[in-house]
């Protein structure tokens, strides 16, 4: 857009602010007559609540109307249904959330108070409920726990994990980090978002605001009970609400075709993260801390200035990742989460060599955990190529028919179980990103062949246990070595290393 184009914008889109929502679309029509694209523009504008200071206010105070303002502290001292409101935390756009106690477990719970504008359209109502269902199936230590969606009369709470801590924005309200923390924060946040993109959840409003900070160091991203169903192999279209042009998020982190109204997924979330992960390492936003429509203008418009010039200490390898994740075009961006994981970590690993930081203390029992792993997958890969030579006695023992009839299903299993698991390992060292992707594909056929493998073995063993008994036994052993490392230990090892159920 050139720099004409923007003004005339910006003059039409601050003229429509002052114009009766009644009449907005017959002052559109006509002030936008030539310039269809234009009109679009602004009615995304207009839809996402815009007005000269809407990025700095929060939503109650720039829309009152949306809030019961006697509800405020009202609750505070009362139940609802088996929580104890003990105090409130604070308030923005989406609704007001209060610290409560649930009586029945003993523990402390952060509840959301949804906004009525939210609330009051039956199908609206009804997305909200399912993408917070969703969000609730999401298990990581990054990412505050939804524990219920609760309705009462006609408002709707949202119930979830109390984090103890501070916000990033007040993180860095206290002073410039230094790079190993950053560093620390940015791939804690990085593997939580990745857990949810993998699970089909877009967050659509990360901010500083929505990341906490526990006094460990432990980073938990809160908000998810409103995050939006993205469409997987397990979920269908008709399970996803959300509608384009539906504008949910905060405009400065907002990716540009957030803010135009456009298809929201998980490459959104990335670009929200590059504005945060710019601000944690530079101190300041990418896009300028100027008035609302121009940082509107610059993200849909503008490059962020290279990080490198505002804080010559950031690497350059750090600046190639954050402008990645701040490509206009989603296309250009990171397309898969893990990958972005993977240039985080392989970065904070060089950084950590040339001594410029420790790596995160936090990471070294995954690390362990993932070791484990990728040893239960190559000792399985190669243990199952061992079991055919015995297999290939055993045939001969048998012959004819009844011996091929055990040694081909045998070599099957092997050559789909072994095969498939040194793939695994392999792309756990070399193509770590992929390593999600990759178990999603392969898995069923690994157990498929597992059973195979295991009920071939136990039948031979009792066919030639009165003529080879040593055999037998081994055959029986493995067995049942087998059946307990594939449907007790691997998937628990698979767990801890890779925040994945199998």
Known sequence: MDPERWRQLREIFEAALD????????????ACRTDPG????????????????????????????????????????????PYSITGKIGRGGMGIVYLAKDTRLDRPVAIKMLAPKYTSDPQQRERLKREARAAARLSHPGIATVYSFEELEDKLYIVSEYVK????????????????????IAIQIARALAAAHENGIVHRDLKPENVARTDSGVIKILDFGLARIEPTADTTTNARLTRSGMFLGTPAYSSPEQLR??????????????????ELAA??????????????????????ENITRVNPAIPGELDRVIQRCLKKNPEERYSSTRDLVFDLEQLSESMRREGLGPAPAVETPKK???WWWQFHQAVAGFGYYGMLYPMWRVKQWLGGVEGSMFFFPIVAAVMVAANLRLHLWFTSYG??????????????????ADILFVLTLAICAIRIHTVHAIIATLLMAVAVGSLVAFALIEPTSARAALDKKE
């Open 19 to 30: 114009v009766e929502a009644s009449h907005r679309a017959a002052f559109l029509e006509k």
């Open 38 to 81: 234009m009109r679009r523009e602004i009615e995304a504008l207009l839809n996402s609540q815009g007005g000269d200071s809407f990025l700095e206010k929060p939503a109650y105070k720039e829309v009152p109307e949306l809030f019961d303002s006697g509800l405020d502290e009202a609750l505070v001292g009362n139940r609802l249904g």
């Open 165 to 184: 801590g501070n916000t990033l924005l007040q993180v860095m309200a206290e002073g410039p980090l230094r790079m190993p923390v950053v560093m620390d």
């Open 261 to 278: 109204g456009g298809e929201v997924d998980r490459r959104t979330d990335i670009f929200s993260y590059g504005v945060l992960l710019y």
């Open 283 to 304: 101190g300041k936003h990418p896009f300028g801390n100027a008035d609302s429509m121009a940082i509107i203008g610059r993200i849909l418009e503008s490059e962020a």
């Open 368 to 370: 362990k955990a993932l």
């Open 431 to 448: 193509y770590p990103s992929e390593l999600a992707e990759q178990r999603r594909l392969v898995w069923k056929w690994i157990r498929g």
